[in-house]
């Protein structure tokens, strides 16, 4: 190595994603990437597998310090948790004010917002940057979310513009917000991405179950879906997973994969969180909790005998073609609801940590390079333009149109699932959330009274001013709540 330094970023970490990411950063004009990892051999192997990449090996990290131009800059991609806490003491100790230290990982705000907290009393700029886009994106071109103080932005800008993915030539990657608005917001990406695939899965479930069709032909009918408002990535991987055969059993593959399925974790994040802010995500957890009752399998196989339905269901082949269509209708309109409740939940996170958060914004950057690129997130930064107190997305005038166009169908589904004893947790949940904002009076006036019996909660009124609190044993007294304590 010259005595001189030479690199201007640093990555930390060098499995999968993190040797990606090395790569792709080297790739980009005006990036020399320096390296390293706890491992020498997974270091030599990245320099011997990719010359053309001109990486610059540390084997500590004052090697790794002294190979950096000011500021110091590295991006940390190991696995959440104490390993990431490891990594940064060990680099705030060769680091000095000024520098930046990124955490690329899945790491939950919580924690981030307290190690930048820590690490700013050094004088060191902590940034915590949600990166999406799995093996492929890293190299390629992720969308990054990063939060981190506004002078770690001025160097940091530039180097993740240069990696970030472009979509309708604009890159995908803003200045979130600062501490933990980044890793936030990546959290709630996942906590939608796990409501997208479920919901996906539903659709399949109900069509497979109901019409009968193989799972090539399925995958027929997303390829098409796929061509319309339902663009995604999601729905074109899904496609490629059903026409799959297992090469042994010649089988489709998605009937020699065990029905359970596993998690990371920050799907359970986003929906603990919005339990704290208090923002209803029925969408998103009924997705967190469909996976955890799939991984029951004792309970499942207790279960095995309980009744369903006592007639067969089926539709009929002449009305299997609208049957899909109610399918897709229920998809989208389901859709639309996930978003509008993790951005109800972005807004509740601004406001409770004090984040400068720009919801359009965040709709284009995950445009392309992340797990949930969707053609309609175009529609979601036009709507967030137009009306930037917009208090639910679904009520924004594009979404509304969809919803009024689907919810028909999308009724006739939840009941044929119903009827037909097909769990559809999501789509049903989404329905219910739906019904739930556009009813005129809810039974929570019910709760609210069983509350005030049993403990005094008070309610109030809906034709007097104040708050109020009943006497319900004798003689039923109404009295206000001021003179009853």
């Known amino acids: ?31 020399t990437v320096a390296v390293f990892n706890r491992s020498w051999s997974k270091t030599e192997t990245l320099i011997t597998e990719h010359p053309e990449a001109g990486l610059i090996a540390a084997k500590d990290y004052q090697e790794l310090a002294d190979s950096l131009t000011t500021p110091r800059t590295a991006i940390i991609m190991v696995q959440a948790g104490k390993g ?34 820590a ?41 993740l513009t240069s990696i970030a993915a472009v979509a309708e030539g604009e890159p995908c990657v803003t200045h979130v917000g600062h501490d933990g608005a980044g890793h936030f917001v990546k959290m709630i990406h996942n906590g939608i991405e796990y409501a997208d695939m479920q919901l996906i899965a539903e659709a399949y479930d109900l069509i497979r179950r109901g019409t009968g069709k ?36 010649g089988k489709p593959l998605v009937d020699v994969i065990l029905d359970q399925a596993g998690a ?29 009752l799939s991984s029951k399998p004792a309970q499942r196989a207790a279960a095995a005998d309980l009744p369903g339905p006592s007639t067969a269901w089926a539709v009929a082949p002449e009305d299997a073609d609208a049957f899909v269509e109610d399918v897709r209708r229920a998809l989208y309109a389901s859709k639309i609801v996930a978003y509008s409740q993790g951005f109800d939940e972005i807004v509740a996170g601004a406001e409770e940590y004090g984040w400068n958060i720009q919801k359009g914004e965040i709709a284009k ?12 997130l175009n529609r979601i930064t036009d709507a967030y333009a137009e009306n930037p107190e ?82 319900w044993s004798g003689d039923r007294t109404e009295i206000e709540a001021t003179d009853a304590h």
């Open 390 to 471: 917009l208090v639910a997305l679904l009520t924004a005038p594009f979404f509304r149109d969809v919803l009024v166009e689907g919810q028909e169908a999308w009724r006739r589904v939840v009941v044929a699932a119903t009827q037909s004893g097909i769990p559809a947790p999501a789509f049903s949940s989404s329905l219910a959330y739906y019904d739930g904002l556009r009813a005129e009076r809810l039974p929570a006036a019910l709760v609210q009274g069983q509350r005030d019996f049993f403990g005094a909660h008070t309610y109030k009124r809906v034709d007097k001013q104040g708050t109020f609190h009943t006497l």
């Open 264 to 292: 990371k974790g920050t799907g359970a994040w986003t929906v603990k969180s919005a339990l704290d802010l208090g923002i209803p995500v029925s969408g998103i957890a009924e997705a967190v909790f469909a996976r955890s």
């Open 1 to 31: 190595m010259s005595d001189s330094p030479q690199a201007n970023i640093a990555v930390v970490g060098l499995a999968v994603m993190g040797s990606n990411l090395a790569r792709n950063l080297a790739s980009r004009e005006g990036n």
């Open 365 to 376: 950057i995950w445009r392309g390079g992340c797990i949930i690129r969707a053609r309609f």
């Open 214 to 249: 193989t799972p090539t032909e399925i995958a027929d009918i997303f390829t098409e879906w796929n061509k319309g408002d339902l663009e995604s990535y999601l729905i074109e991987i899904t496609a490629e997973v059903l026409r799959q055969n297992d090469a042994e059993t």
């Open 84 to 117: 990431t806490d490891a990594v940064i003491d060990e680099l705030t100790k060769v680091f000095e004010p000024g520098d930046i230290i990124v955490d690329g990982g899945n790491a939950l705000f919580t924690d981030t917002i307290r190690r930048e907290k």
């Open 119 to 159: 690490v700013r009393e050094t004088g060191i700029n902590f940034v915590g940057a949600g990166i999406s886009g799995g093996e492929e994106g890293a190299l390629n071109g992720p969308s990054i979310m990063p939060g981190g103080s506004d002078e770690s932005w001025v160097t940091l800008g530039p180097i």
